[in-house]
């Protein structure tokens, strides 16, 4: 078969099933054999090496190969490992297996006038023309979506009254959500049908002067007393849902069971959310009206604060610290019985790129937690492969990157 026909039998098959929705599950499941179709038809392949990657790109056949507009780089820098060993923090696209970093974020304290201060994110977002991350100052949460078209975006000053779908390719909001009670966070479900909204009264990344945190040698505002009401779960293409209120419950000595910010999340499912707490049982699960479930049998033995979570087949579960120290190693556990079967190299354990292999922290041998570096682990392996560079020698928790990643 001429490869005019056989693009236009790849372009008539996907025209079959229909056009590209941003967040979609459709948009990545199209986004994935998109892929997959390009890299037979190129017979390309990639070389990783560990000071420099080189990526051989797709090349656009002709106008009528476009779907909605052009390709994003995610797609066209196709390969199973972009690495880019020497950047810290990233300046160009990192990638490996099924998922990408799309974003990351760093912090300062901004302090205000009555004394207390705000922990402010900036953010890097990946441009998917140039396939680089660039500063966007205009948000101060956002997650992205599967196929990494879109994100769920959030404005200055939380919590904010209406969430933004940000188109990644054009930088520009194609459509506002309205909510009547203000966002502080969002996260999309790992089809990207849905989003949760997680409500509060108050900034939940406020710093309380009247409840100071001391080194010893100096004292800052501390973390404000939680004011989280709820969580909404919005139809994405639709921007329909319902708001649910959830009461933050105070223990002993009124130590709060949640942090100031405590988002909520999907499950693996997407079939209802859960927030993590600061005790035992340490994840509490509730349905889209906000009624407390039990925890599904695979997460039984997940912690929200690791944030791989499950494998994508569901079949292995992100663990903590091996030996419970802070350590470069961790390990990965049967979900059902929470046993380890498998001990890996790394701080920690960030994202599944696919079922075998995961994106980790690792720190450089001798150092402090604070300088370290984006891995990929493979289970069964002591060999780690950089993703990106080291931090610099003095940097500090106030120097350290946050990344955001997605399914590409």
Do not use: C
């Amino acid at each position: 078969m001429k490869v005019t026909d056989l693009v236009r039998e790849s372009l008539r098959e996907q025209a079959d099933q229909g056009s590209f929705v941003p967040g979609d599950f459709a948009d990545r499941v199209l986004a994935v054999r998109r892929r997959r179709r390009s890299r037979t038809i190129v017979g390309a392949s990639l070389a990783v090496v560990t000071a420099t990657v080189v990526a051989v790109a797709v090349p656009v056949l002709g106008p009528d190969s476009a779907h909605d507009g052009p390709r994003p780089a995610s797609e066209l820098r196709s390969g199973d490992v972009l690495a880019h060993p020497g950047q810290a923090p990233p300046r160009d696209l990192i990638a490996a297996g099924d998922t990408a970093l799309a974003a990351y974020s760093t912090n300062k304290r901004v302090k205000q006038p009555d004394g207390d201060a705000v922990r402010t994110r900036t953010y890097r977002l990946l441009d998917q023309k140039t396939g680089t991350y660039r500063e966007d100052p205009r948000w101060s949460w956002l997650d992205v979506a599967p196929g990494m078209r879109t994100a769920a975006v959030l404005e200055r000053g939380l919590p904010t009254k209406r969430i933004g779908l940000l188109d990644l390719i054009t930088g520009k909001v194609e459509r506002w959500i309205p909510v009547d009670h203000g966002v502080g966070g969002v996260e999309f479900s790992r089809d990207g049908r849905k989003l949760v909204a997680t409500t509060y009264a108050d900034d939940p990344d406020r710093l309380d002067k009247d409840r100071p945190m001391s080194d010893g040698k100096h004292t800052e505002p501390g973390p404000a007393e939680p004011s989280r009401t709820g969580f909404y779960v919005l139809d994405v293409a639709s921007g329909d849902g319902r708001w649910s209120k959830v009461k933050t419950e105070t223990g002993g000595w009124g130590i709060e069971d949640i942090n100031t910010r405590q988002d909520f999340a999907f499950s693996h499912d997407g079939s209802l959310v859960y927030t993590g707490l600061t005790s035992a049982p340490h994840q509490q699960y509730y349905d889209f009206e906000g009624r407390e479930r039990s925890t599904p049998a695979k997460e039984k033995y997940l912690h929200w604060f690791v944030d791989a979570g499950l494998s994508p087949n569901g079949k292995l579960a992100a663990g903590d610290f091996a030996g419970g120290t802070r350590t470069t190693a961790t390990e990965v556990n049967d979900p059902l019985t929470g046993k380890r079967v498998a001990k890996i190299p790394g701080q920690q354990l960030l994202a599944w790129a696919d079922d075998k292999r995961l994106i980790a922290w690792d720190i450089a041998p001798g150092t402090s937690e604070y300088r370290n570096r984006l891995v990929l682990v493979t289970i069964g392996s002591k060999k780690t492969v950089p993703l990106s560079g080291y931090l610099p020698s003095k940097a500090d928790a106030a120097g350290r990157w946050t990344p955001v990643f997605a399914r590409r």
